[in-house]
């Protein structure tokens, strides 16, 4: 009930959609799970990594919470049900980020063509080799989102240089993470863009610790509502 097939322009309920997969060799689609759709503004597109999926119970509870702050989310798949099958035997295409980041560009694309969702602000949510597809986005299109997060990414590994990324970005990282952390750090200093790296103090690279992912959300939701619900001229 209150899914949605196919890429439609216009009309969809919340619940199942199915995203277009740039490049597919079998022409398969995405699967994603779209919420919140009725509340006031902005979307948050999650972008997975590392071998997850669009049920990741990590990027669920904080989308959760951005639902529960009055934000649509859009949790997808990069990887379609073939591939995943040999991922998991290879673990190839989670590393092929110029596969992933032509996934997430392809998937604005669709958001860009809903009349439910094409009039908000987006922001992108990457986690792990996530956040790596989301920072090229971002790159190669700068006006495709407003912000982007990310939780635990590795920026490193993004295809395209940080002084290209010139979307506010904060990053998130436990504080225990050090490899990470320092990955981290070292991009944030190369952006032009506004940038902030986030510790979560005593977490490392799961916020598995008591509390951990709570921050982790806090911190989203903060960033997610001063950039997709202000205007972005605010004065000073």
């Not at 529960?68 to 035997?89: C, I, K, N, V």
């Not at 092929?96 to 958001?111: A, M, S």
């Not at 990310?150 to 993470?177: C, F, K, M």
């Amino acid at each position: 009930m209150g899914a949605e097939r196919g890429n439609h322009g216009a009309g969809a309920a919340e619940g199942e959609v199915l995203l277009p997969a740039s490049g597919s060799a079998s022409g398969e689609q995405l699967g994603g799970d779209l919420a919140g759709v009725d509340n006031r503004d902005g979307l948050v597109v999650f972008v997975h990594g590392s071998g997850s999926s669009r049920h990741s119970p990590r990027n669920r509870a904080v989308a959760t919470g951005l639902n529960r702050a009055g934000f649509a989310t859009l949790l997808m798949d990069l990887l379609t049900p073939t591939e995943h099958a040999s991922d998991e035997r290879t673990g190839r295409l989670r590393f092929d980020i110029e596969l992933l980041t032509n996934r997430v560009l392809g998937v604005l694309d669709w958001v860009s063509e809903r009349a439910d969702l094409n009039a908000r602000r987006v922001g992108l949510f990457g986690a792990s080799t996530g956040a790596a597809a989301a920072l090229g986005a971002v790159a190669r299109r700068p006006r495709a989102a407003r912000a982007v997060v990310s939780r635990g990414g590795r920026p490193d590994l993004a295809p395209d240089r940080p002084e290209d990324v010139h979307t506010p970005t904060l990053l998130i990282v436990g504080e225990r993470d050090a490899e990470v952390l320092r990955l981290n750090e070292n991009f944030a200093r190369r952006i032009p863009a506004e940038q902030e790296v986030h510790r979560v103090p005593g977490a490392t690279h799961l916020f598995e610790e008591e509390g951990a992912l709570e921050q982790v959300g806090q911190a989203a939701r903060a960033w997610f509502t001063h950039y997709l619900f202000e205007p972005s001229s605010t004065p000073s």
